[in-house]
């Protein structure tokens, strides 16, 4: 998801595209992070070059540049939905292309199970369950 000031952003609705997004000033994560690599592939894949003013390890730093309206950034769908609404921003999601990554939970097998871990284990079943996804859980 694109998430960029009012000001900056290239529409108020609908979805933008990486190559808009890539015209931007950007906020994104350093480039040894795995998320900033695929970040960087699907900008390439996009044939765009993403015009980065900051490079931060925290994507709370991006988020709140993105509040002060100092530049936009990219962030997964998941927190931005955990984030809530931010002031004075919009949220685009991207698309040409879309991205979407799987991921994998591994856990020791233990009886009881640690807390934590069944916690996340009976919110991905509610979330494999709504969006009615394959999610494979191994121990």
């Known amino acids: 998801m694109l998430l960029a000031p009012v000001l900056l952003a290239p529409r108020l609705r609908g979805t933008a595209t990486w190559a808009e997004a890539a015209e931007l000033p950007l906020s994104l994560l350093e480039p040894g992070m795995q998320n900033r690599r ?4 699907v900008f390439e894949e996009a044939g765009a070059r993403p ?7 925290a994507l ?28 004075q921003t919009v949220t685009l999601p991207l698309v040409k292309p ?4 799987t991921i994998s ?7 009881p199970g ?10 991905i079943g509610r979330t494999r ?10 121990q």
């Open 38 to 41: 695929i970040v960087d592939r």
């Open 51 to 57: 015009q980065v003013i900051s490079e931060t390890n």
């Open 60 to 87: 709370t730093t991006s988020v709140v540049m993105a509040c002060e309206g100092a530049c936009a950034t990219v962030l997964p769908r998941v927190l931005l939905n955990a984030l809530g609404p931010l002031r």
């Open 98 to 101: 879309v991205l979407r990554k």
């Open 105 to 111: 939970l591994v856990t020791a097998s233990r009886m």
């Open 114 to 123: 640690l807390p934590t871990v069944e916690a996340l284990r009976r919110t």
């Open 129 to 138: 369950d709504k969006k009615n996804k394959s999610h494979h859980i191994k």
